[in-house]
């Protein structure tokens, strides 16, 4: 029960400071997750997110679900995701209800901004920290940059460079698996 | 039933949508077509307010839609229906994974994954910092150089780089300082 209500109020706070999509859950994800539980690592965190960006729905979501099976069943994995939805569910009721202007705000707008500039920090040293833990020789930085290129220059779908990568990944180990 | 049909619209969406929150976008104006509960520009009005509020962006779009149909309960059941089949899906995969977790195939293949997925969040990292520190879009525009940089925002940024690097501080106080930072200051502008 104590896990249950510990992945709760994570999940909560990962769904209150999550801004501008799945991958910016991230470094509150790598906090609490993997720095302070010692619930996960580096490397399951980065398995769960390439897992959940090719199953159906939103990323954050299906991120959520696989943490919280892999700690406590199915169970766990319901808790994570309504706790992850909640604070939306409450957020967003209250704006439709009362904030029809809500995004004309200015003093929202310009708080707005200053976090922009704080999760692109959190995100860039999120990857660096990812990078030094998962990217373990030139095959994963070639798939890393080939990726990131694709992605950033093109209008690709990541499903796709997920399932390149894994064929990719499975061909160099099976290969290179043969020789030593 | 409004609640029911709620439920089970966006439970199709998101059973649809494969790759984050934006892909339920062509999801949701279809389903506004096809039922009247809202057009177009709404879905674009539901989508600034989604990007620019705590929380996965579907989830939010869900909630704002279903609020928009049928109020709270309406909020609540078109929410239910999104992740209901992500936990569903999920939860297969996560068991099979278990299963298969020690096999080398399943191996190999995360060991492909784990580069590609940092390199997604790294592509994610750009499309923000294109945008809030940099400005690459008003550069392209005007060819100055001095347009590239926000440099209101080099500086919280360079700030909150060498705090990150040098104490303990939560992600989150970071934010809600940058907030404030961001009411006083007034970066992008």
Redesign the interface.
Known sequence: MRELIILFTTFF?I??????????????LQ?ELVEKRKWATD?EI??Y??????????????TA??IG??RKG?LG??TA?LA??T???I???V???FFHN??DLV?????????????????????IK??RS??KDH???L??????LL??LTEI???I??VL??????L???VG?KKK | MILLRLFGAFFMV?????????A?LPFLYDLGARTGWFNAGDVLDML?????????????MA??AG??VSG?PG??AA?LG??T???I???I??RL?NKFMES??I???????????????????????S???LNVNLFMETKALVNLVDFK?VI??VI??FV?RFTKL???I??L???????I????S
């Open positions: 706070k769904g209150l400071f999550t801004f501008g999509g799945g991958y910016a859950m991230l470094p509150i906090r490397e980065l398995n997110i390439a897992i959940g960006q090719c199953t159906p729905g939103v990323i954050a979501v299906n679900t696989f099976s892999a199915a994995g319901i995701t992850l939805c604070p939306s569910v957020i967003i009721t704006i439709a209800a809500f995004s003093l929202v707008q310009r708080a707005f901004a200053g976090v922009r500039v704080c999760v692109s920090v959190l995100i860039i040293s999120a990857v990812l990078f998962s990217v095959w994963g930085v798939i890393f940059l080939a990726v990131f992605m950033t779908s990541p499903v460079l997920i990568s894994g064929a990719a990944g499975f160099v180990r099976f698996g | 998101g059973l649809m949508s494969i790759g984050g929150g934006l339920t600034a307010i989604s990007e620019s509020t705590p929380g996965a962006i579907g989830v939010n909630t704002f609020y928009t709270v909020g609540i929410t999104l992740i089949p992500s936990i899906i999920v939860l995969v996560a994974l080398s195939a191996q190999n293949t995360l060991y492909g994954l784990r580069p590609a997925s940092v390199g997604l969040i790294a592509a994610a990292g750009w499309s923000v910092v945008t809030t520190i925002a919280l940024a909150l780089f990150m939560h992600p989150i970071l934010l300082a940058s907030a404030a930072a961001g009411m200051f007034s970066f992008g």
